[in-house]
Structures are given as C-alpha cells and as structure tokens.
C-alpha cells in the first residue's frame, strides 16, 4: 500500500477533529502521512501517531500566517513531491479547499471537494458527494494524476490506531507567488466554551421566528442543556441577531449531526442544503405547512417561545 | 488608466426547481429553468461600487456555457456591466472544475485585466475553488471570500471572514478578488438599465479563439468521473404533533428514547 498524505488543521498544534477524521479514511486507502505546517508539530505529533500517522512532516515558516494559502500550497507541493503518495486528503474547510484546488493545478491532478465518505477501489479511492442540497448522492474518483480529495467534517468516526508519527522536519522553499497576499491583521473568533458548529454531535438552530437578538438566549438555553452547538438560519444571520459564523447552509456551515433542531426554520432549500444530511431531525415552527415538516423524524407545531424552555426545563430534570 | 475588471458568472440551474442529473450523469440544464447565479450577484454589485469609486472603469462579465447562458450576461449588463464575453463551444459539455477554470483563465487574459470578480461559489457545483484555481493559472494574488472589499491606487483590501479568525487582506493589482453574500445586497436592474442592456456588445468566443484544444475540456477530458449518482431516499415520515401545552414534554420524551438525554 502506498502512502496517503492528510493535511493537518490545527490551531498551533491542537487537532481539529475533522483531521483524525481524515486519518481514519487515509488508512482505508493507504498509509497515512500526516503534514503539518506552523507551530506545534510535537504537540500534534502524539496525537496525529494515535489515529494513525506513520510520520509527521513538519514545517514551520512565519510565511504561513503572514500570507494568504500560498505558502501552505508550495509546502504541500513538496511534500508531495518527496512522498509521492497515492492520494492527498485534505479537510473540507474554506481554506483547506483553496489549497487543495491549487495544489491539484499545480500537480496535474484532477480534484474532488466536499466527499462525505471515501473508499478504496479499482481506479483509485472513489469519494461520495452529496449534491444538489444534498437531494443526491454521487459517486466519484480521479482520472488524471494523484488524487487531491476535501473531505468534510463528521465524515468518519476518528478511530484509534497507534502508528509512529516520526517527526521530520523539511524546509520549505516558496513560490515568488507566496508573498502575493498579505494578512495585515488577524482577530481570533472569540470562544463561545460551545462545541464547533461543524464538529458538533448535537445543534440547535434559530430561525426568523426567534424575532429578535435577545430571544436568541432561549435557543442557547437549549442548546446549553444539551452540549450542543448554536445555528442560525440566514433570516436570522442577516436580521443581526446572531453571528454569521454560525449561519447553516449553503452560505454558511454544511452540518451533519446526530441530532440537529430547528426552531422558527421554515426549510427554505438553501437552509435544508446545510443540514438535510443530520442523522436524527427535529422542528418546531408554527405552521404546519412549513416544508421543514418534510424532513423531520420529530415535529411539534406550535409557538417556539412556549416550547422551547419547556423543552430545555424538562432536558434538565431528566438528567437530574 | 482606466482600471479594467472582469466578472466571472455563471448561468445555473434554479436551486427551487427539482435539479437532475442527465443520463451522462452531467447536471440536467433542461429539466429545470436557469438563471444567473444569485451568488454571482454579490460579485457584479462589488464590480459596480468598485467601478463607481474608481475614476475610470470598465466592468467586462464572462460566463462559459451553453446558449441560454446569455440570459446571465444580460442581466450582470443590465445591473449596469459595460460588455460581456460568452465562450460557447459544443465541446464544453461536461467540463469539470479544472476546465472550465482553464478556459476562464485564458478567456481573461484575451480580455485583459487588472482586476478579477468572481462570486463565492456556484450554487449548483457548490465547491468554491474556481477563484482560487484562477489566481493560481493567472499568477496573480487571490484575495477571496471577502465580506467588504476595497480598490485604491492599486491596491486590493478586503475582510475575508474565516473558520478561526476574521482576517484583514492586502494585495497589488492584477488580483483575483471573491465575494460572499455578505458583502451586500445586489441592486435590481433598473428599467433604464434593462433597456441599455439589449444595445451593450457580447462578444462571443469559442475553443479555437482561446487556442484550447477540444480534447482538454468536455466531459472526456475532465479530470474526475462521476460513476453513479443517486437520488437520495425520501425520509421517512416523521411523527408531527400539535402543542396542546405538553410539547417540549414530548419532545423531550422523544430525544430520551433516541438516547439523546
Ligand atoms: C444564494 C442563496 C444562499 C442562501 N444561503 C442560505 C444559508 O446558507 N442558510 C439559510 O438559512 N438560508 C440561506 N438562504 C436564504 C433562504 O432562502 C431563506 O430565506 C432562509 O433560510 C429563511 O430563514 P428562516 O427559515 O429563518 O426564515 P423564514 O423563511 O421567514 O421562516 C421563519 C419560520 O419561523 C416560523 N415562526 C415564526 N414565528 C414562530 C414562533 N413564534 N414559533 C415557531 N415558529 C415560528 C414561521 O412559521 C416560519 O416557518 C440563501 C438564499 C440564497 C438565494
């Protein structure tokens, strides 16, 4: 078997899931390479070696925060080079398909974004889409150079399976395009202490029906009762009540939770394109006819404001 | 100078409408109407606040596709676009990503450019990369996923909105610029505007014009294959009850049998 590379996300070191993730699909295909560029490497080391890193290629370079994606691309580029893997799995972030895209120019390769699942199989690993606000799913693979594959988050359970996740260091030599765009400030998304939106087992969504910014506490409430993470619909994004980092959708995050609950949502198609794939679906909204209705396993019809504290009040005396 | 901007638009099928595939497993065009891609809106408006701040400007829109993707470039003319490029060609059909954004980049270039305004994803393919693969085949700077951008003497700033951090962007032109829909709602086309609209040039272009061979595009010379695609099964109906005062009651009880509490 040959070697798959999987770019690491990580915030100075610490993992984001959705990578174990990537390495749990990588050792379906091949042997997982794990790359891992800025500070932290010896952090992220153990952990990438648990899920399955046979070695850990680190660079670190004041370049990769300072510059748009550039530098990530011509760190990767070589990386490639060196390994010449089998495949490049990389995680379905904005930024992660940006690099993936160029990358895929710049080594001849053909690309698939946004796979939920990936298998081995007679012409290369073959990657499932969801499409078409996820009304179908496809099925895929590359034909022309190493496949370059993003793949989105809550795709894999992250399963563990010690490897040695030898570290070695490269330097990278970049692109005179690496300097092109220039970050000139950086603020950090303040924690909320709630799971990520995408990474989240379990969200609970407002909609327009929510009616105002304060009220969005009720939603919180619930979410709180259940360690879940907060959405939004765009209504309520674009009316200024909650932050467009938690919108849901097409413009905003692709969620697949286990359980994912919509209050004043009414299902619009651009909505349902974000979280029709959620394993279990619940609503509340006050008309019947809302197509939200449509996708649920459970649906209450009723006035949002009565029962949503119900709900979260009765969450809390049942786990006492 | 007169600062040149070319928007990248694309002619896609109606979200709302029942989208297919064809039996080659290509999106089905037919089936469902088309239109402009409403994200594709953000990026003509940002073209014309640009255009409209800078002192001389000339905003080219570009599409590649079929015939009926004309209706596209007419209605970015009509926001108020100077002249549009359509690249039609049978050999098209089924091009991928990394063709089309081979015959965009090459279709720029014969343009000419200083600057390049793409929306942030089509609302059919849905990946988002068609900018960032541009700034890489043009060697220009990608400045994408902006929510607010600006142009001065030159430079391109911007506010790209990301995962983990809300960062501030610069670069020099020539740049390839993406817009998100939050950047700022679109203007509608004025009655003015759709009337100046049916007297301003589209230029058409095919393959041989750009100096691509056929064999580079299309669905053979496509860079992935779809093997299957599958509709994805109705859910199953779910229970829906009325609140009659005991609603979060029962669906409390309900998350409690899914072993969610
Ligand atoms: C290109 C494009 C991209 C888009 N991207 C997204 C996206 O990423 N995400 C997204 O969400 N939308 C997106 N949209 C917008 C989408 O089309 C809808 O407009 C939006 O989802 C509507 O949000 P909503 O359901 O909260 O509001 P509405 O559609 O107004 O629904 C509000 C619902 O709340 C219910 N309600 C009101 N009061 C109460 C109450 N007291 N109790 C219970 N129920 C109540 C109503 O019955 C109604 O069903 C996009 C649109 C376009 C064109």
């Known amino acids: 078997m040959g070697e798959v590379l999987v770019y690491v996300d990580h915030v100075d070191g610490a993992v984001r899931k959705p ?302 | 100078m007169s600062l040149r901007i070319v928007v990248c638009v694309k002619y896609v099928p109606d979200a709302t409408g029942d989208r297919h595939f064809a039996e080659d497993l290509t999106t089905d065009r037919d089936a469902v109407d088309g239109l402009l891609s409403e994200l594709d809106e953000y990026a003509v408006e940002q073209a014309l606040q640009i255009s409209e701040a800078a002192d001389d400007a000339e905003i080219t829109v570009l599409t590649v596709g079929p015939e009926d993707a004309k209706d596209a470039l007419r209605k970015a003319l009509s926001m108020g676009a100077d002249k549009a490029v359509h690249v039609e060609d049978d050999a098209l059909h089924g091009t991928d990503i990394l063709g089309t954004s081979l015959v965009l980049a090459k279709a720029i270039e014969h343009v000419g450019y200083d600057l390049v305004v793409c929306g942030m994803a089509s609302t059919d393919g849905t990946a988002g990369v068609v900018p960032a693969i541009l700034a890489e085949r043009l060697s220009v700077p990608q400045v994408t996923l902006l929510s607010e951008v600006k142009v001065e003497d030159g430079t391109v700033t911007g506010r790209r909105d990301g995962d983990a951090a809300s960062e501030q962007l610069q670069a020099s032109l020539p740049a390839v610029v993406s817009v998100t829909d939050q950047s700022g709602e679109a203007r509608y086309p004025s009655f003015k505007g759709i009337m100046a609209a049916k007297k301003k040039p589209v230029e058409s272009l095919d393959l041989s014009d750009l100096g691509i061979e056929a064999a580079e595009v299309g669905l053979a010379g496509a860079w992935s294959a779809v093997d299957e695609a599958n509709e994805r099964p109705a859910r199953t109906a779910g229970t829906i009850v009325k609140d009659e005062g005991e609603g979060g009651k029962q669906l409390a009880a309900f998350l409690a049998e899914r072993k969610f509490i």
Do not use: C
Request: charged share 20%; aromatic share 4%; glycine share 10%.
């Open chain 1, 19 to 320: 990578t174990l993730e990537l390495l749990t699909l990588a050792r379906r295909i091949g042997e997982p390479v794990a790359v891992h560029l800025g500070a932290g490497a010896d952090t992220a080391a153990p952990v990438l070696a648990e899920h399955g890193a046979t070695r850990v290629l680190a660079a670190d370079a004041s370049e990769f925060a300072d510059y748009l994606v550039v530098p990530k691309v011509d760190a990767l580029e070589q990386a490639v080079t060196s390994v010449n893997p089998v495949a490049v799995l990389v995680p379905s972030s904005a930024e992660g398909k940006e690099i993936a895209a160029r990358l895929a120019v710049r080594i001849g390769s053909g690309i698939i974004t946004d796979a939920i699942d990936l298998e081995a199989g007679t012409e290369g690993p073959v990657a499932t889409q969801s499409v078409f606000a996820a009304a179908f799913t496809t099925k895929s693979h590359i034909t022309k150079g190493t496949p370059v594959i993003t793949v989105k988050p809550n795709s894999a359970t992250p399963e563990a399976a010690p490897a040695a996740g030898t570290v070695e260091q490269f330097a990278v030599t970049f692109s005179e395009g690496a300097t092109g765009t220039k970050v000139v400030a950086r603020t950090p998304r303040e924690s909320t202490g709630r799971p990520e939106l995408t990474e989240a087992a379990m969200v609970v969504s407002g909609g327009r029906g929510v009616g105002a910014a304060e009220n969005f506490n009720i939603i919180e409430a619930l979410a709180d009762s259940l360690g879940a993470a907060v959405g939004a619909s765009r209504a309520a994004v674009d009316a200024g009540w909650y932050p467009h980092s938690n919108q849901v959708g097409q413009t905003g995050k692709q969620v697949s939770p286990q359980l994912y609950i919509a209050s004043g949502i009414s299902g619009a198609i651009q909505h349902r394109a974000g979280m029709q794939t959620s394993k279990t679906i619940v609503a509340i909204n006050k008309d019947a006819e809302a197509p939200i209705f449509d996708l649920v396993d459970y649906g209450v019809v009723g006035d949002l404001f009565e029962v949503v504290p119900q709900l979260t009040e009765e969450i809390k005396v049942r786990k006492g």
